[in-house]
């Protein structure tokens, strides 16, 4: 298994701030990704954080706004960059253990709130 | 893509089961979880299906059948404790997770 854990726990920033959210897994995973909760929604990819070479974003996501570091693999750092209240939501950070391609481990860390006022 | 439906709430009495539904439509399909979130916490890992059939763990059981793109999760002897929102996602092929909105359960005394 794998035990994931977030810093800050929650935040609340001033529009057209950025902040750097930080992921640290207690043992090497495989894959990293980024995922945000909107209120009252469900949850939608971010982007796949490559260690070593630029994240893998998805639609509607893009690298100025939110730049994604994976130096190596138990860590992975997510940047809310120029925020607007439409950013308030929470960030989370999931991780595939285990051998590639048979594993059914996919874990989230506790998770970042973040309010933009 | 994925589109992924699953009901929006359901309520039931302790002690009762409640079966969640999930049907799903996806480009490529590498397995269906659940989770449980409980309001303002992150999802906690339940259940995973890649193979069609039953997995059964305590309480919780989760059922695939994946020519007919359909899931469910089974609660059993449901506990006050159980009021949550389960999330059914779909993973594709690069591991990366597709969910539903979600069902919310209130188990009620």
């Known amino acids: 298994s794998a035990v994931i854990s977030q810093k800050p726990s929650r935040d609340i920033c001033q529009r057209g701030t950025s902040l750097t959210i930080q992921c640290q897994v207690d043992?090497?995973?495989?894959?990293m990704f980024w995922y945000r909760q909107q209120p009252g929604q469900s949850l939608t990819l971010i982007a796949t954080a490559n260690q070593g070479s630029e994240a893998t974003y998805e639609s509607g996501f893009v690298i100025d706004k939110f730049p994604i570091s994976r130096p190596n693999l138990t860590f992975s750092t997510l940047t809310v960059s120029n925020m607007s209240p439409e950013d308030s939501s929470i960030y989370l950070c999931s991780a595939v253990a285990g051998e590639l391609p048979d594993t059914d481990t996919q874990y989230f860390g506790p998770g970042t709130r973040l309010t933009v006022l | 893509g994925q589109n992924i439906d699953q009901p929006t709430e359901m309520t039931a009495t302790e002690g009762a089961i409640v079966q969640i539904n999930c049907t799903y439509q996806t480009s490529g399909f590498n397995g269906l979880f659940w989770y449980q979130q409980h309001a303002g916490e992150a999802p906690t890992f339940l259940s995973y299906?890649?193979?069609?059939g039953l997995e059964e763990k305590g309480r919780f059981s989760s059922f695939l059948s994946r020519s007919k793109g359909y899931s469910y999760l089974l609660l059993k002897e449901l506990q006050m404790k159980d009021s949550a929102s389960y999330l059914c996602?779909?993973?594709?092929?690069?591991?990366?997770?597709?969910f539903g909105a979600g069902t919310t359960v209130t188990v009620r005394a």
């Open positions: 299906n890649v193979l069609d």
């Open positions: 996602a779909v993973r594709d092929y690069d591991y990366k997770l597709s």
């Open positions: 043992s090497q995973v495989t894959m």
